[in-house]
């Protein structure tokens, strides 16, 4: 049976505090590219109601020739706390970045030093700046002078096995003004693959004085404990554990609040999710969000009788009538089995 330990109850019954600003929870949800737009978020929030959401990453320099912000920066009224997590490699864009970002009503500004896509690293984003510490304190510097909101980074432990400089690195950025820093336990090289090494959190963690937040493996809310336990750390982002999975962050967040596991939804709970995320994404964004759904809904439709089958249906659906037409079917059919047709179908996301 999972059990909260005093030390790790008594650590984390305050609330988290980047800065000026105060957040009711220990448990944030990760900005992931093409995913945390406003209605992913809005479904998390449900479930969490008091933790840090972020936009998905925003290239400063694409909007130096924009009078509207892109759609990825917009942010519901009543969702904070919320933070826009911007990248670039030009101190200069992200500072004025940084300003619309404030105006538009971001919290914090977060700034991606950890995306191992080649596409950002290659033009000197993302996890390139673990190669590249002063560019990174001085992207830091500027930005945190730009806004009068706390600036934070989110980074990974370094670029490759033989160039981890995550504690080195992780004390610049706090030196430069950061005022929480997001670890991601794993190098550039291995991406998404093998094992987060959470022993370096442990090791940043000792080393700064700010917040660290642990990411990395993060899958529930028994990793989530472990983690805490193992590093010290001040809190846990959730990211890739909460594909098809919105329950996750306010899983973790009532059991560090409580010391109880919350009942996790059944599966025609988690379809019924999934059929009012995919009307929402067409309400939201059109056909472009039917387009986007389809791997939003792949990833709800696991761990039952026939989801394989499923998953292949609603990867090519064309419309909403389409998608809730078959969701509405599984359902249908999940009902009239025994504990909904749940099978131990292993399908990582």
Known sequence: MLTLSPDLHHRLSTPLKIGSVTVNSRVL????????DRVFRRFVRRYAPTSMMYTEMVQASRLQHVKALPQIMEIDPDERPISIQL????????????????AEGADTIDINMGCPVNKITKN???????????????IVRSVAAAVPVPVTVKTRIGWSDDEINAVEFAQRMQDAGAQMLTLHART??????????????????????????????????????????E???????????????????????????TG?????????????????????????????GIQQARKHMTWYAKGFFGAADLRNQLAVIQSVQQGTA??????????????????????PP
């Open 29 to 36: 949800q990760s900005p992931l590219s093409g995913v945390t």
């Open 87 to 102: 990248f670039d490699c030009r101190s200069d864009f992200l500072a004025e970045a940084a300003r619309r970002a404030v």
């Open 124 to 138: 000197g984003g993302g996890s390139s700046l673990l190669r590249q510490p002063e560019v990174a304190a001085a």
């Open 188 to 229: 550039r090289a291995q991406g998404y693959t093998g094992h987060a090494r959470w022993e370096w959190i442990a090791k940043v963690k000792q080393a700064l004085s700010i917040p660290v937040i642990a990411n990395g493996d993060i899958f529930s809310v028994e990793a989530a404990v472990r983690c805490l336990e």
């Open 231 to 257: 590093t010290g750390a001040d809190g846990v982002m959730c990211s890739r554990g909460t594909l098809g999975y919105p329950f996750l962050v306010g899983e973790v967040d009532y059991f560090l609040k």
């Open 260 to 288: 109880q596991l919350k009942p996790s939804p059944s599966i025609l709970e988690r379809l019924q999710c999934a059929r009012q995320h995919l009307i929402e994404l067409w309400e939201y964004k059109g056909d472009r």
């Open 326 to 347: 078959l969701l509405d079917a599984a359902m249908e059919r999940l009902a009239r089995l025994p504990n909904q047709g749940a099978i131990d179908e292993s399908c």
